[in-house]
């Protein structure tokens, strides 16, 4: 039987995750409902994605009760609001990254999951592309021998995006490119906290973070250091470095296509989509939606790859670094 989505937000994101959605068998995925804050923006997205049900509100989305699991594709401020009403609904949840706006309302949303006995994940999509997979598997088998440092950058001009910048739309370079270099740090460590952090950084007179460098250090003396910008493009790659060899992660690095290993190269190209996306390589969402499905039919509340406890450290780290960079958002202030 086919996992049956709902679409919370009919905004880009929304529109490349349906699209994503439809690169697998539809006796495996289907989209029954979407819902937008005007229901002549749901009612547009439906008519484009074939849709049958549109929503005016996210309260009527919440009340179907044919829906397994709802996408929630808003902007991060409103994470935390959409995901309690959902989670208070019964529904499952995928909800796009960050989950939230700082540790305190990460912990909010997944204590609401657990209490009302739901799926949740955080959709850090990286996590489930063939690419990651086999970084996990080469990993595991020792193939780097010791691994000493990781070294992630992620950096596009964004600055002329109002959401990037303004941060009231929780903009700010961290939380919107930097967590794809916290994440493949932390999963290389296998979610391990870091020992130290540091952290020096460039604000807009906005009050949010434009570009961000951070360094890392675990047990045994293991290192890492990201850089993310929403002002300048950098190569936007991944190095894992140990005492045996060397991984390297080409650009995107969010939406990998390719994996080099000791200088070889291999491509695992993604299936093309059937409408214009708004982002790169999205029908790679794919992958983290049948991770959601695979979850569900084994009765998981949590997916083992992205698990409630990496998105606490996620955030825990987060508040750390905006902590030493002065990036403070209203919700912090609660």
């Known amino acids: 039987m086919a996992t049956r989505w709902g679409i919370c937000s009919a905004g880009k994101i929304s529109h490349d995750f349906t699209v994503a959605l439809k690169t697998l068998p539809p006796g495996d995925h289907q989209v029954v409902a979407v819902a937008a804050r005007k229901l002549e923006d749901a009612q547009e997205f439906a008519r484009k994605h074939s849709i049958s049900q549109a929503y005016g509100s996210y309260e009527e989305l919440a009340r179907n009760p044919d829906i397994d699991v709802v996408y929630v594709g808003v902007i ?40 009302n006995d739901v799926f949740l994940m955080e959709a850090v999509w990286t996590r489930f592309f063939p690419v990651s997979v086999e970084i996990r598997r080469l990993l595991a088998q020792g193939e780097l021998g010791e691994v000493k440092m990781v070294r992630s950058e992620f950096g596009v001009p964004i600055m002329h995006v109002p959401r990037s910048v303004q941060k009231e739309l929780g903009g700010g370079a961290l939380l919107d490119l ?105 029908t790679g969402m794919r992958y983290e939606a049948e991770e959601v499905r695979q979850c569900l039919l084994k009765g998981l509340k949590e997916s083992a790859v992205m698990s409630h406890a990496d998105s606490v450290l996620l955030a825990e780290v987060e508040d750390e670094i905006r902590r030493r960079i002065g990036v403070v958002y209203s919700q912090d202030c609660l």
């Open 178 to 282: 930097g967590i794809y270099c916290l994440q493949v740090i932390f999963m290389v460590y296998n979610g391990e906290k870091p020992e130290s952090i540091q952290a020096t950084g460039v604000c807009l007179d906005t009050g949010v973070d434009e570009t961000v460098t951070v360094t890392l250090k675990f047990s045994k003396n293991r290192m890492a250091v990201l850089t993310c910008s929403s002002g300048v493009q950098l190569p936007n790659e991944v190095i894992i470095a140990g005492t045996k060899g060397t991984i390297k992660v080409p650009g995107p690095m969010w939406c990998p296509t390719s994996l080099v290993v000791n200088g070889k190269e291999t491509q695992y190209p993604l299936p093309e989509p059937y409408l214009p996306l708004n982002f790169t390589n999205s």
């Open 76 to 115: 991060h401020p409103y994470h935390l609001k959409a995901c309690l009403l959902f989670t208070n609904a019964k529904k499952n949840v995928l909800c796009e990254k960050p989950l939230a706006m700082n540790t305190k309302e990460v912990k909010e949303i997944l204590d609401s999951a657990k209490r």
